[in-house]
């Protein structure tokens, strides 16, 4: 069956290029092509279609008005920005009901890995062991009240910085964290932020959103002095795993949004552990004495639970609306060759934070939870750099003795 989508832009002319461009795809795609955001509602009301492609910026409904409409509308569809549009609140009103944002000008050879690349991704996340999986698990996480303000607010045109610091001043609690984590070790800022529109200037939406996302979900879990533990030394874990992954990025000369994307996935990289532990503490801890004596982590997860924590908490950023992105380095930081596509990206940096920094702080005795996907680092070609941060990271934290 063929996979259907539609692109929507005023632009006619562009419309008619991007028909040329894709004429080789007709055996594979089923392209509908329109200039009007209304029409194009009205035809989803009668022919579904797996993805939408939006222009942002249209006279009778902007492409994020348009996305949102989907998204309640047509939950399970594909949503994609095409724009060259790129002021701050255009963008900052996607992050709810977008997939990906590709900006313009963008080749073929862009649009189609984005839509291969994103097709793939939905098709992991909606694969039968994990919906069985989190059908089964009775108390899974939910973002907290903030967090579905903030990104509601996101969306709207009059929202600014300004705005979501002031929601989030609003919780006193969240605050403190916000500006506590902000100026630990763990952003290297050189100076201390002293209120929160400073401290989301400097991190940025997609950062703070994420910041505000994990600090909800680990207090659901602080109930007992066991779990209490547990969620303090994730909590360092995940944000150590963060700032390593955001260093390999500024070292790998990738950009801010590759950076900032990195630390996210990195601070959220173990929201699926916490959930298992919950859940099962004792299957969960089978898990790690397993681990312990030398079996892979995600394959005795996956013996045992049906997935690995790693994608049982890509699921979870998916439902809660994270760009597809952040989702792959959460899904596939255990083995990132199984990625549909190998390129530097925040999934690398992750990974590597995950093979070579901090050890983990479950179970009986240190370890590292991750073994250092070869085929993953030959096919970018990173043998030798990889093998310098080998070096340096273990000068840094070396063998615990036995």
Same mark, same amino acid.
């Given at each position: 069956m063929k996979l259907s989508i539609l692109f929507i832009d005023d632009d006619v002319n562009l419309l008619r290029g991007l028909r040329r461009i894709l004429h080789k795809h007709r055996e594979d795609w089923d392209i509908t092509f329109m200039d009007s955001p209304l029409d194009a509602l009205r035809l989803l009301e009668e022919k579904g279609f797996d993805v939408v492609v939006s222009d942002m910026r249209m006279p009778e409904m902007d492409g994020a008005s348009l996305l949102s409409e989907v /998204?309640?509308?047509?939950?399970?569809?594909?949503?994609?920005?095409?724009?060259?549009?790129?002021?701050?609140?255009? +963008?900052?009103?996607?992050?709810?009901?977008?997939?990906?944002?590709?900006?313009?000008?963008?080749?073929?050879?862009d649009i189609v890995s984005l839509l291969d690349r994103t097709l793939a991704l939905r098709g992991v996340l909606r694969s039968e062991p994990l919906r069985t999986l989190a059908a089964s698990l009775h108390n899974l996480p939910s973002p907290s009240a903030l967090y579905m303000r903030l990104t509601a607010e996101m969306r709207k045109e009059t929202s600014s910085m300004r705005t979501i610091a002031g929601m989030i001043s609003e919780d006193v609690a969240m605050t403190a964290e916000v500006l506590r984590i902000t100026n630990s070790a763990y952003f290297s800022l050189g100076s201390q932020v002293h209120d929160v529109f400073q401290a989301v200037r400097l991190l940025g939406l997609e950062t703070v959103r994420a910041l505000v996302l994990s600090v909800g979900i680990f207090r659901q879990f602080d109930k007992t002095p066991e779990l209490s533990a547990?969620?303090?030394?994730?909590?360092?874990?995940?944000?150590? +795993?963060?700032?390593?992954?955001?260093?390999?990025?500024? /070292?790998?000369?990738?950009?801010?949004?590759?950076?900032?994307?990195?630390?996210?996935?990195?601070?959220?990289? +173990?929201?699926?552990?916490? +959930?298992?532990?919950?859940?099962?503490?004792?299957?969960t801890k089978d898990v790690l004495r397993r681990a312990e004596r030398g079996e892979d982590l995600s394959t005795v997860e996956k013996e045992l639970f049906g997935a690995s924590q790693a994608e049982l908490g890509g699921y979870l950023l998916g439902l809660w609306g994270f760009n597809d992105a952040i989702i792959e380095a959460v899904l596939y930081q255990d083995h990132p060759s199984a990625c549909v596509y190998t390129d530097r990206s925040a999934l690398t940096c992750v990974h590597m934070a995950r093979a070579f920094g901090p050890r983990w702080p479950l179970g009986e005795r240190t370890m590292r939870p991750v073994s250092l996907d070869v085929d993953y680092v030959r096919c970018l070609g990173m043998e030798a750099k990889v093998k310098a941060w080998m070096v340096a990271l273990v000068e840094q934290d070396p063998e615990p003795k036995k």
């Open positions: /998204e309640k509308r047509y939950p399970g569809t594909v949503r994609v920005v095409l724009s060259g549009y790129t002021e701050e609140k255009s +963008v900052l009103r996607t992050i709810g009901p977008t997939h990906q944002y590709l900006a313009k000008p963008c080749n073929t050879e547990l969620v303090h030394d994730l909590d360092v874990y995940g944000l150590t +795993v963060a700032a390593l992954a955001r260093r390999f990025a500024r /070292e790998e000369g990738l950009n801010d949004g590759l950076r900032d994307q990195a630390f996210c996935a990195g601070m959220l990289s +173990v929201i699926g552990t916490l +959930v298992f532990f919950d859940a099962e503490p004792r299957k």
